[in-house]
């Protein structure tokens, strides 16, 4: 009998023995002293004991440009692994395709595939693939991509789908982690060099009703617990989501969505709580902004990671216990160390003095502080 069964049978005898007893002449004290410890055990049991919590971490965009080719990868991500290996499921943005040598960086990018196995090692368990560089090298480098990552233990993807993976198991995705059944919906605005031909059995998963709604059904059906839509939306380095991006959004909640975490626009942009006609509350995060890329402009180098966690207790109920978002800072080589490294600010905060370069660390702090202020995020 698992611990659950015997918790709850425990207590269906504990009522069912106050329900039972009778004031006799014989008993009356004890029978007094019983229905008093009786009580008591009563008021001990609580409306819900937590029993599993599920940690879901999302990281921004994962990037791979020029100046970034041939070097160790090992320090790029390294302070977030206890974050991500910490998870029960690990989410990335792999804003690049495997598409074999030569290796390039922007505009169109082909990205080594020892670099997928590095972010799997730092306890990545889903790469998101519909993003609008997944086709930089046609079908030939979206295929070569699907299928590494198909063949590396331990990983899922979703978003994009080729001829030998059924897309109806990708997408969405449903993972169970510890008996909840959570589906990934992934979805880009576009792609920078046109959609897989109709008849090369490859495919993205675009930002269109018809479409999204489909993988809204395939998650009712599978009887997902709980949905996390996963946008590739918004307008480049815009600090604020735009009109077209909230209308969706609301479309999203309204189909059942239960939390909306974007990317693409490379900066940190603003929150929200939408609140469904049904009553239900929506957290939407327009863009996580970057993980690790070689980018310099203004806020490009501020990000968030966004962790989700869930409870289900006792008697089985699923319910939302919040999102933690917490900034991050991607130095470049010669700034803190000589490579790309991303930090967790809360971490770092007073620690100008290890930075090769000071004023990068005030950098920091400055951007920190003039994103907090435009997107109205507080201070974690």
């Known amino acids: 009998m698992s611990k659950d069964r015997a918790r709850i049978l425990i207590v269906l005898l504990i009522l069912a023995g106050g329900l039972l007893l009778k004031p006799s002449a014989a008993c009356a004290q004890d029978t007094l002293h019983v229905k008093s410890w009786?009580?008591?055990?009563?008021?001990?049991?609580?409306?819900?004991?937590?029993?599993?919590?599920?940690?879901?971490?999302?990281?921004?965009?994962?990037?791979?440009?020029?100046?970034?080719?041939?070097?160790?990868?090992?320090?790029?991500?390294?302070?977030?692994?206890?974050?991500?290996?910490?998870?029960?499921?690990?989410?990335?943005?792999?804003?690049?395709p495997l598409g074999g040598k030569p290796?390039?960086?922007?505009?169109?990018?082909?990205?080594?595939?020892?670099?997928?196995?590095?972010?799997?090692?730092?306890?990545?368990?889903?790469?998101?693939?519909?993003?609008?560089?997944?086709?930089?090298?046609?079908?030939?480098g979206l295929e070569k991509t699907l299928k590494k990552y198909a063949g590396m233990e331990g990983v899922k993807f979703t978003g994009a789908s080729f001829k030998d993976v059924a897309d109806s198991t990708i997408n969405p995705l449903i993972i169970n982690a510890k008996g909840v059944r959570i589906a990934l919906i992934n979805f880009t605005y576009g792609m920078n060099y046109g959609l897989p031909p109709e008849d090369s059995g490859a495919s993205v998963r675009l930002m269109k009703k018809e479409d999204t709604e489909e993988l809204f059904q395939r998650a009712r059906r599978s009887k997902a617990d709980f949905i996390i839509a996963?946008?590739?939306?918004?307008?480049?380095?815009?600090l604020k989501h735009n009109s077209a991006q909230e209308k969706y959004a609301r479309w999203l909640a309204e189909s059942g969505a239960d939390i909306i975490i974007g990317s693409h626009p490379h900066v940190v942009q603003d929150t929200c709580i939408m609140k469904t006609s049904d009553g239900r509350r929506v957290p939407v995060v327009y863009s996580l902004g970057n993980a690790v890329s070689n980018m310099s402009a203004i806020n490009t180098r501020l990000e968030l990671a966004a962790t989700v966690t869930l409870v289900r207790d006792f008697l089985g109920q699923i319910s939302f216990h919040g999102i933690r978002l917490d900034f991050m800072w991607c130095t470049?080589?010669?700034?803190?160390?000589?490579?790309?490294?991303?930090?967790?600010?809360?971490?770092?905060?007073?620690?100008?003095?290890?930075?090769?370069?000071?004023?990068?660390?005030?950098?920091?702090i400055s951007t920190l502080e003039r994103v907090k202020n435009k997107t109205g995020i507080d201070k974690n």
Do not use: C
Not at 230 to 238: C, D, I, N
Not at 333 to 359: C, E, F, H, S
């Open 230 to 238: 996963l946008p590739h939306w918004g307008e480049e380095y815009s």
């Open 332 to 364: 470049l080589p010669g700034m803190l160390i000589d490579n790309y490294k991303t930090v967790l600010v809360k971490d770092r905060t007073g620690q100008r003095d290890r930075w090769i370069r000071a004023a990068d660390y005030d950098n920091m």
């Open 38 to 96: 009786f009580r008591k055990m009563v008021q001990m049991i609580p409306p819900k004991i937590p029993r599993d919590s599920i940690r879901i971490v999302v990281i921004g965009d994962v990037m791979m440009h020029s100046a970034q080719l041939g070097r160790d990868y090992s320090p790029f991500l390294e302070d977030l692994k206890p974050m991500l290996s910490g998870a029960d499921i690990a989410i990335a943005n792999m804003e690049f």
């Open 103 to 140: 290796y390039t960086g922007y505009p169109a990018f082909s990205t080594p595939d020892d670099y997928a196995d590095y972010i799997a090692g730092l306890g990545t368990d889903v790469f998101l693939t519909a993003n609008n560089h997944v086709m930089d090298k046609g079908v030939a």
